[in-house]
Each structure stands twice: as structure tokens, then as C-alpha cells.
């Protein structure tokens, strides 16, 4: 079990928007923003908050309010759909409750309004690394670029590829995809990766992952790679944007977008 005392730091920039770090008090580290926090239960929470206006340094009073993944106010990841703390002070240390779970928090301070609104993961919070389909079986869709060209395409099982949808492709649970990159001319000296763009507004980074970004295309013919639909937390609908791109950003794909079935 391990215990976190956020140090929320905020600058404000204009009258609404604030330069918001993240530490953990207790041991010093940072906690990223860009990526979902993960926790255990039985982990521990506690939040500080200190925002920084014209150069001067406030301690206001604050509340962190909780929501689940449908936006309605959450009760069950803590045991409490909110915490408070008075001006000058830290909130009470909150217990994880939740085996397996999303959690969005804000933090809105007295006179300044809300300061930022990360998320909180709890369970294993592995992302998949993978798998080669046995035998005959062919991924629910093969996402094929012809490297080094911009274009994407796409197979559905053992059907001919066709261009990637402008509009899309719906993806369900459980179905798999696959990254393979089809090679012309000079082979690429370095990795080649469909890459997911960071969206604040969804709870996994792709419909594969949690938290990793870059998803490996398999080059033939080294064995392929398929990667399992299994955001469940996202609603039905969410558009996931990814494109091929070289380890160093130099060749770059078209954009194409997966949707949540």
C-alpha cells in the first residue's frame, strides 16, 4: 500500500488559466498530467493545493470533486464523491475502494475557480504487449502502410486491403488489430510505430492501451503483431486518431481514426 500527498502548484496565466504541476510531497516525485495516475486499492490520497497570482503566493481554501467515466459525480473509487480542505490546509487522506476503475477529479479553488482536472486509474493498469495469432487465424483487421509512402489501408480478415476509411474504422471488444508495414525500396533503419494522438477528454490513449502511444508495426517477415480491443471505459463513439510514424518523427503517415463500437 502506498500513500500520496499531491502538491497541486498552480500559476495563473490570465484570469482562467493555470500552469499546474503535479509532485508527490511525500517522496518528492512528479506526477505527469499527460498520462492517467495509477493507484492500488488500499492506496492512500491526500491533495494541497498553492497557486501563485501576480507573484504572490495563496493557500486558498479548496474542494477536489470526483466523476465517473459518464461525467456523473463518482462515490465509489473513494467512498465519497468529494474532500474539502480550508485555506492553509491539506485535505484528510482518502482510501482507494475500487478493484478496477477510471476516476476523474477537479480541483476548484476560493477566488480562482477550477485549477486542472486529471484522472486516476486503479487495477492492474498493464497495456498489452501484443500477440501473434496461432495458425490461420487472421486479425478483424490488418492496418497496412506501404512504407515509406503516406498512405494507409486496411484488411478485414483474409479480404483484399482497401484504402483506410477518411471517416474511420469501427472497432468492437475483442476484436484484434494488426500494424504491418509493407516495405518498398531500402529497408528503414530504424522502428516504425502507429502512433496515438493524447486526447484529455478519453480515459485510454487507444482502444488497445491504457497509456502506451506507440504500438510497434510488424515489418515482414518477422512475425505480426495483434493487439486485442479493450477499453471498456470509453463510451461507444470515441474517435481514437493514430498515424505511422519513423522512431524519429521524419516520415509521417496520413492521419486515419479508429471508433468505438
Do not use: C
Request: aromatic share 12%.
Amino acid at each position: 500500500m502506498s500513500d500520496f500527498l499531491i502538491q497541486v502548484s498552480a500559476e495563473a496565466q490570465g484570469s482562467k488559466h493555470f500552469k499546474v504541476t503535479l509532485k508527490n510531497y511525500l517522496d518528492g516525485s512528479t506526477i505527469p498530467l499527460t498520462t492517467t495516475m495509477e493507484v492500488q486499492p488500499g492506496d492512500r490520497l491526500a491533495w494541497n493545493l498553492q497557486v501563485v497570482s501576480n507573484g504572490t503566493v495563496y493557500n486558498p481554501a479548496f474542494q477536489v470533486n470526483f466523476f465517473g467515466s459518464s461525467g456523473a459525480s463518482d462515490s465509489s473509487f473513494f467512498g465519497q464523491s468529494a474532500i474539502s480542505a480550508a485555506s492553509g490546509q491539506t485535505t484528510q487522506f482518502l482510501t482507494v475502494l475500487a478493484l478496477q476503475e477510471i476516476v476523474k477529479y477537479t480541483v476548484v479553488a476560493d477566488g480562482f475557480g477550477q485549477i486542472l482536472d486529471p484522472k486516476i486509474q486503479t487495477g492492474d493498469g498493464t497495456d498489452g504487449i501484443g500477440f501473434t495469432p496461432a495458425g490461420n487465424m487472421a486479425p478483424t483487421y490488418t492496418v497496412i502502410w506501404n512504407y515509406p509512402d503516406t498512405y494507409l489501408y486496411y484488411q478485414a480478415g483474409q479480404n483484399p486491403a482497401q484504402p483506410f476509411p477518411p471517416s474511420g474504422l469501427t472497432v468492437n471488444l475483442k476484436d484484434t488489430v494488426a500494424f504491418v508495414a509493407n516495405v518498398t525500396g531500402d529497408p528503414p533503419t530504424q522502428g516504425l510505430n502507429a502512433v496515438f494522438a493524447f486526447d484529455a477528454t478519453h480515459f485510454w490513449i487507444s482502444p488497445f492501451t491504457q497509456s502506451q502511444q506507440d504500438l510497434p508495426f510488424s515489418v515482414p517477415p518477422n512475425a505480426i503483431n495483434a493487439y486485442e480491443v479493450v477499453d471498456r471505459i470509453d463510451p461507444a463513439g470515441t474517435v481514437f486518431s493514430f498515424n505511422g510514424q519513423t522512431d524519429d518523427g521524419s516520415i509521417v503517415s496520413e492521419t486515419r481514426q479508429f471508433i468505438l463500437g
